[in-house]
């Protein structure tokens, strides 16, 4: 999901792929670098603290509101057979009493199961999934509904929250608002 800052990745000792940036995701497709029995994954990252990239709030002397640079993989990094049409991506965009879904990949067919066991099956890459007596999340009440999708040979399991954060002006003041009502955020970065 993210390396700080290059990131380049052998499999069995050949170079298979190479990503520059500090924050984005990438993926590589192994495959046709794999053999039969034990193989070899390596993934070497260096970081010059290069200012032709986003580097956050870090230099190599700390000091004021400078951090010690930390490098590394410092996202999730995994490993994952997938059919041959599988998922790539899933984008979900909340509100008060849905959940849009853009998927990326997988078959034309798509099922989405709740924890609950109700099911909604759609075509294409786009569903808007609306619930019956949402269950709002907040930071007293983090509320999160738990899914599987299925899309072919592909199943995967996520979750997402019904909530909205927004501005509201009130007596003549701005406020930031969740779920549509002034809420004070504390200890924002």
């Known amino acids: 999901d993210a390396v700080d800052q290059q990131a380049t990745v052998y499999v069995n000792g050949a170079e298979v792929a190479k990503h520059y940036g500090g924050y984005l995701p990438f993926e590589v497709d192994i495959t046709d670098h794999l053999t039969d029995g034990e193989n070899t994954l390596e993934v070497l990252i260096i970081d010059n ?35 041959e049409n599988y998922i790539r991506d899933i984008k979900m965009t909340p509100s008060l009493d849905s959940v849009r879904f853009k998927i990326d990949g997988g078959a034309d067919e798509k099922i989405i199961t709740l924890k609950d066991g109700k099911q909604y099956r759609f075509e294409g890459d786009e569903f808007e999934l609306k619930v019956d007596d949402p269950h709002l999340w907040t ?8 899914f599987t999708l299925e899309s072919g040979e592909d199943k995967i399991e996520s979750y997402f929250a019904l909530r909205t954060v927004g501005t509201a002006k009130i007596g003549g003041k701005s406020y930031i608002t969740l779920n549509e009502k002034p809420y004070f955020f504390h200890g924002l970065l």
């Open 49 to 83: 603290l290069s200012t032709e990239v986003a580097y956050g709030k870090q230099r190599r002397d700390r000091g004021g509101m400078w951090y010690t640079p930390i490098s590394g993989i410092w996202q999730a990094l995994w490993l994952e057979a997938v059919p």
């Open 139 to 146: 930071p007293e009440d983090p509320y999160l509904y738990e």
